[in-house]
């Protein structure tokens, strides 16, 4: 059965990252659609047509290549799919934009990408994200380091391609704009890079009082090891603008003690004073380590509320056409999600109450499990996740 007028079953496309340098968070952001599809399958499938029906999805893998994406995303829309999760890198979800210009798709992208893709002449008409634009990272990020540690010089670290180029941009605009007193230092350093010692070491000469870092994938998990084991920390505070679970775990607890996180999300928000959200997330939290014996990583989280949405989209409307899925979700913009109370724009990224949770990295001795990486000390919930319409 496919997408027809007699269905029996609803297919979502799906794509990730499954093999490449995305892979080890393309897995676990498919673990996330799974669970979401499992959920609603349980409770007799989707209403649609004035029936259940259950849904399935088709699974295809990225490669981490843009042009693959694109290639793909054409195969599936050939196949008359045309609703589609997926995005692992903010390079490969951009050119899906740019390939669905036409309206032929929607595609629900739980990553981040570069803010000018929200704009309204650059972003197609069914482009949509959960997560929104890495240069929110960077405004975010700036905006608490300024007001919580009060510096005079910040020292930006960062990985030389679309992901670190975005939250330069965002942080560069709140420095500029709001603190401009502060002095900023721009340090770049190529995606794989295996040995950042020449860099730590001239930031150490620098002597700023803050090291705020952006690095991805394995690429954090060698610089932080080596922040460690170059003493950075002894005299200068190191902010981390934003780590996943999944790479999290790679950091030895040493090397992550002492130093202060942003995440999108985290699986235990005991403190919070929230009880809705601190439940929400628990019952989550439970369900997935049920399902896959560890809990849910930030990213993994994303692709599930993009499913979830995706469906309530499909629901809402009592149709797969891409423009009726995505006017009823903007039509009906609230929705309560693990990360407390959202709201979609009409630029197609949500406004969540809580932006971005601010944790401690836990010293070893400190851990109940090996998912037990860092405790949450503070929330975001200033305006600089998205830029005003």
Not at 76 to 105: C, M, P, W, Y
Not at 214 to 231: M, R, S, T
């Amino acid at each position: 059965f496919s997408n027809s007028p007699s269905l029996a079953q609803v297919k979502i496309g799906v794509m990730f990252s499954m093999t490449g340098v995305g892979s080890p968070v393309g897995k676990v952001q498919l673990d996330g659609i799974k669970l979401a599809i499992k959920q609603v399958n349980d409770q007799g499938g989707l209403m649609l047509e004035g029936k259940r029906v259950k849904v399935e999805p088709v699974i295809r893998d990225d490669e981490t290549k843009p042009d693959v994406a694109a290639r793909r995303m054409r195969e599936l829309v050939e196949e008359n799919i045309k609703l589609v999760v997926g995005g692992t890198f903010a390079h490969v979800s951009q050119a899906i934009n740019v390939q669905i210009r036409d309206g032929q798709a929607l595609f629900m992208a739980p990553n981040g990408v570069e803010e000018d893709t929200f704009r309204k002449d650059v972003k197609a008409p069914y482009y949509i994200s959960t997560l929104g634009a890495v240069d929110g990272i960077g405004r975010m990020c700036a905006d608490y380091v300024s007001k919580t540690y009060k510096p005079k010089h910040v020292v930006l670290f960062l990985p030389d391609y679309a992901y670190g180029r975005g939250a330069s941009k965002g942080a560069h605009k709140v420095f500029g704009t709001k603190y401009p007193h502060i002095k900023i230092t721009d340090i770049w350093s190529p995606v794989g890079t295996p040995d950042f010692t020449s860099y730590i070491i001239k930031i150490k000469e620098m002597k700023p009082d803050v090291l705020m870092m952006g690095h991805w994938g394995a690429d954090a998990i060698n610089v932080l090891k080596q922040v460690y084991e170059l003493g950075i920390r002894k005299d200068i505070k190191v902010f981390f603008n934003s780590i996943i679970t999944a790479f999290g775990v790679g950091i030895p607890p040493e090397a992550l003690e002492g130093v202060t996180v942003g995440m999108w999300w985290f699986h235990d928000l005991v403190g919070l004073k929230d009880p809705e959200t601190v439940k929400a997330v628990a019952e989550l939290s439970e369900a997935w380590k049920k399902e896959y014996g560890e809990p849910p990583d930030p990213f993994a989280v994303y692709a599930y509320l993009g499913m979830q949405e995706t469906l309530r989209g499909i629901e809402l409307s009592n149709s797969l056409e891409p423009a009726k899925v995505y006017k009823a979700l903007m039509d009906k913009p609230d929705f309560m999600s693990v990360k407390g109370p959202a709201t979609w724009r009409i630029d197609g990224r949500p406004s969540y109450r809580y932006a971005k949770f601010i944790l401690d990295g836990k010293p070893p001795k400190e851990r109940k499990d090996k998912w037990d990486i860092a405790r949450v000390v503070d929330v975001y919930m200033g305006e600089e996740l998205c830029l005003p319409l």
